[in-house]
């Protein structure tokens, strides 16, 4: 009996690839999701500190043009949040739907490899019934010899 030999291999071996490819494509989004919460955290951080200071400034006496540089600043930090989370909302998106092309990827690559197993499956029992077949015969005439 032939050895088996998949014809679909190669199409296979692609539907891995892809696979693959959407798995780390779908960890840089992952990855960048993360560095905007981080940044996004850091603002945040640098906002709370900005308006302390501010605070303490005006408890101590400051001058309008000290005062207004610190309301400007306060304000840029708050749009470059809101910028951020805008980017984070964008990127949550991305992500499911980098999240189902994956989905689909993989439920491609396990269908070649169901009918692989099949097909396989199917090979070794035909190989088992040639080969009982051939003892069969060799058996039969092994008897006529005899005989």
């Known amino acids: 009996m032939r050895r088996f030999r998949y014809r679909l291999e190669r199409?296979?071996?692609?539907?891995?690839?892809?696979e693959k490819k959407a798995?780390?494509?779908?960890?840089h989004l992952?990855?960048?999701?993360?560095a905007i919460e981080n940044r996004m955290g850091q603002l945040e951080m640098k906002r709370m500190q900005v308006a302390r200071q501010c605070q303490r400034e005006g408890i101590r006496g400051v001058d309008v043009?000290?005062?207004?540089?610190?309301?400007?600043?306060?304000?840029?930090?708050?749009?470059d949040?809101?910028?951020?989370?805008?980017e984070l909302e964008e990127k949550e998106a991305a992500i499911h739907n980098q999240e189902?092309?994956?989905?689909?990827?993989?439920?491609?690559?396990?269908?070649?490899e169901t009918h692989k197993e099949?097909?396989?499956?199917?090979?070794?029992?035909?190989?088992?019934k040639e080969?009982?077949?051939?003892?069969?015969?060799?058996?039969?005439?092994?008897?006529?010899?005899t005989v």
């Open 11 to 18: 199409v296979l071996q692609y539907r891995r690839f892809l």
């Open 23 to 27: 798995m780390l494509q779908l960890a």
């Open 30 to 34: 992952k990855q960048n999701y993360r």
């Open 65 to 79: 043009a000290s005062y207004e540089t610190y309301q400007s600043y306060l304000q840029k930090l708050k749009l």
């Open 81 to 86: 949040w809101t910028a951020a989370a805008a």
């Open 100 to 112: 189902s092309v994956l989905e689909s990827e993989t439920i491609k690559r396990k269908a070649l």
């Open 118 to 128: 099949s097909r396989l499956r199917m090979h070794r029992e035909l190989a088992e």
């Open 131 to 145: 080969e009982q077949k051939f003892l069969d015969e060799l058996i039969i005439r092994r008897q006529e010899v």
